[in-house]
């Protein structure tokens, strides 16, 4: 079981996180209950599912807030989680170089 629910957490996540990153390794769970993991709603989704296919049954607790605001910028297999960006883009000039910014609500601001 615990193979196959670290399959479907690898697909999930496209390799990002693995079963050890929900986890909770303290419980007790040889006694019928305990907090088996912490993890977004699809990862708990996934997880309900691989228990029900072996015969087991989980309950959900949504006990977690959304985070509000937050933007992300991804390159890759890397991310960055912020309440604001600031992005420069360097323009050539006839002086030289001159920075131009650009903030996620798509306002300008050129540097003399």
């Not at 691989?50 to 049954?57: F, K, P, Q, T, Y």
């Amino acid at each position: 079981m615990k193979v196959s629910l670290s399959k479907r957490i690898a697909a999930l996540s496209e390799g990002w996180r693995s079963l050890d990153d929900y986890l909770n390794h303290g419980a007790a769970l040889t006694k019928g209950y305990g907090l088996l993991m912490r993890a977004p709603s699809t990862i708990v989704s996934a997880a309900r599912e691989v228990l029900a296919e072996a015969g087991l049954r989980a309950s959900v607790l949504d006990i977690a807030s959304p985070h509000k605001h937050l933007h992300a910028v991804i390159g890759g297999k890397n991310a960055i989680v912020a309440r604001h960006f600031r992005f420069e883009r360097r323009v050539p000039l006839a002086g030289g170089l001159a920075a131009e910014r650009q903030g996620w609500r798509g306002r300008r601001v050129a540097d003399a």
